[in-house]
């Protein structure tokens, strides 16, 4: 069975720094792209960043640019989410994404081909 298992979640004050880890079964790591989302309740879920794993290229979302960073270990089947300056609007459940189009739509829900369950994220004053 394909998964994808997220960690490193946690409570944090704003400022805070987080990193998040994504470590995928033998067959659920992707040779193309990976990618995190975020998603509070009742809002829609919502692109954070992408790598382009073979060219190790790198898209984010306007709002967490200059202060997230993802990053992998091809040979650990594992991608990073490093979140520095953290601010409340961060807060959320973060999920880790196998991507099988279109690595650069950071946004796309479409093309996402496996889902992890989640690892949340909260930011307090």
């Known amino acids: 069975v394909q998964r994808l298992e997220e960690s490193g979640g946690g409570s944090v004050q704003a400022g805070g720094s987080l990193k998040l880890s994504c470590t995928a079964s033998q067959g659920a790591y992707s040779t193309y792209c990976m990618a995190w989302f975020r998603q509070v309740p009742g809002k829609k879920r919502e692109g954070v960043a992408r790598?382009?794993?073979?060219?190790?290229?790198?898209y984010y979302a306007d709002s967490v640019k200059g202060r997230f960073t993802i990053s992998q270990n091809n040979a650990a089947n594992t991608v990073y989410l490093q979140m520095n300056n953290l601010k409340q609007e961060d807060t959320g459940m973060y999920y880790c994404a196998k991507v099988d189009l279109r690595c650069d739509r950071v946004h796309d829900l479409e093309n996402v081909e496996l889902w992890g369950q989640g690892t949340q994220v909260t930011v307090s004053p």
């Open positions: 790598i382009y794993v073979n060219v190790r290229s790198t």
